[in-house]
Every structure is written in structure tokens, then in C-alpha cells.
């Protein structure tokens, strides 16, 4: 099993003080720093923007994982692709996800497939040999601090089992807690985000640590 890589969701931060939040992720020892980027229609809430991503980047050296839930992200995945590292796009908001994965790939950042709870992952299947990792939502889309779906666990194991020998990671968003990464982590995820249990924390930097400990403990139960 890959190492753990701990994902806080800037979504929960404290928007008039991203800056902070991201010295506090690095601080905290987090591998990558979570944007969802959300349209108002493909979810209901509206949050950032290309400005805002590409500030992002600029504010830290930490890794950016970009979660586009935008409709027909075909039309303004360019705009994202500045010098970030990882970019998912969600199955059911394009009718050109081939497209869309192969232009992450060229931008040189891992290209990435969403899908909801309630979305098959049998729709991956035409594009697996493009998949660099797989977001699977745990919760449905549009606001943090939602409880975690436990049908999570089966679809990543099921996940696991149609790779077979590839190493495709697979990252868990949503509704991650102390109460559940082991788990997560036992069921065979690589990458997990944690928005409410990083900066809901009176320790946010703490709570990354204690996240990846807990983690780790799931990566070695029997």
C-alpha cells in the first residue's frame, strides 16, 4: 500500500484568511491542499473561481488538488490548469470526459474522474487507461460537514478490484473524520480529504497530524 497522502479542503477555511489556512496546512505536514471548485449549478453553492485557484497557487508550494464541480468543464479546463498537480472532473457534468482527462494529462498535472454516491463506477470503464486517480465522493456534492456515506467503503474496495494491478490512487472526499480514515484507509484509499476535521479543529495543524496517525493505523489492520 502507497503512503497516505492528507488532503485539507480549503472549502472549510476561513475565507478571509486563506493565507493563514495554507501556512497552517503545510505546518500541519498535509500533502495537498483540497480546492472545490463549484459553479452554483452543477451543485448548488458558488465558491472560487480561476483568480482564486491561481492565487492559491501562488500563496503556498504545497501541491493543489483541484475538484471541478462545474458543468461542462470541457469549456474552461484551461483556465484551471496553472501549474496545479492534481485535477478531477465529475463523470456526470461532461459528455467529454475522454477529452477532458486527456487535456489534464497534457498540462502535465494527474487527471482525474469524480463520481457521485450514487454514480456506477461501471462508467469509468471507457476511459480507464486515461485515469491517473479516481475521486469518489463520500457524501453528496455541494456543502461541507456532511456525515460520510458507509456504502463508501464497498465502492472503493470494488474500485481497487477494476484497476487489478494498476496503481491508480483513489481519494475519498467528503465527511472524513478521526472516526473513519482508518477505515477508509483499511478499505484501500490513497488520498483522503478532510475539511471540517482540519480547520473545524481548535488545532488545525494538529488535526492533520493526528488524521495521518490515524490513517496509518487502518493501513495496517489486518
Known sequence: M????IAPSILAADFARLADALAVARE??????HVDVMDGRFVPNLTFGPAMVEALRKSTD??????????????????????????S?????TAHLHRCLDR???????????????????????VLPHLDHVLLMSVNP????????????????????????RSV????????TMENIAACRSAGADILVAGTSVYGQPSPAEAIR????RADQGASAP
Not at 504545497?62 to 492534481?86: A, F, K, N
Request: glycine share 12%.
Open 142 to 165: 455541494g456543502a461541507g460537514g456532511q456525515k460520510f456515506i458507509s456504502s463508501t467503503y464497498d465502492k472503493i474496495r470494488g474500485m481497487k478490484r477494476v484497476f487489478g494491478s
Open 62 to 87: 504545497l501541491p493543489l488538488d483541484i475538484h471541478l464541480m462545474i458543468e461542462r468543464p470541457e469549456e474552461t479546463l484551461d483556465r484551471y490548469l496553472c501549474d496545479v498537480q492534481l485535477v
Open 2 to 5: 502507497t503512503a497516505v497522502r
Open 104 to 126: 489534464i494529462r497534457s498540462s502535465g498535472a494527474s487527471a482525474g474522474a469524480a463520481l457521485n454516491p450514487g454514480t456506477s463506477s461501471v462508467l469509468l470503464e471507457p
Open 210 to 213: 493526528a488524521l495521518r496517525l
Open 89 to 93: 472532473v465529475h463523470v456526470e457534468s
Open 169 to 176: 490512487p483513489i481519494e475519498i472526499d467528503g465527511g472524513v
Open 28 to 33: 500541519g505536514g498535509a500533502d495537498l491542499v
